[in-house]
């Protein structure tokens, strides 16, 4: 699943599922689950849109776009929220970034 995004500095990353990080689509929300740091974590409306979106493996413009329709926003708008749900994920240690395609190499990982 992989998910590639150009964040400002024109950095092209790729995203992957923390090792540990499993989730499951319940009714209303998604759940990620941390069962080695005993941690969960329930995503609902816009941000789980992102994560489906994301493992969709839809492009970052697609991704932008979608989320300013869904929020009734600017793109520009859309973008400041999808990033930081990014880098917000990243500090919970939900997601990471694949170093090997920062080099432009690949790696077997659950990318998001």
């Given amino acids: 699943m992989p998910h590639k995004t150009t964040l400002p500095d024109d950095e092209c990353l790729t995203y992957c599922c ?62 400041k929220i999808f990033l930081a749900v990014l880098r917000d994920w990243q500090r919970r240690g939900v997601i990471q970034v694949v170093e090997e395609n920062k080099r432009g190499e690949s790696g077997n990982h659950d990318r998001l």
């Fill in 18 to 79: 923390a090792p540990a990080v499993a989730w499951l689509r319940d009714a209303d929300q998604i759940l990620l689950v941390d069962p080695a740091r005993k941690q969960f974590w329930p995503i609902r409306g816009a941000e789980a849109a992102i994560w489906d979106f994301m493992i969709l493996a839809y492009p970052y413009e697609k991704i932008v776009r979608f989320l300013s329709l869904l929020l009734g926003t600017s793109t520009g708008e859309a973008k």
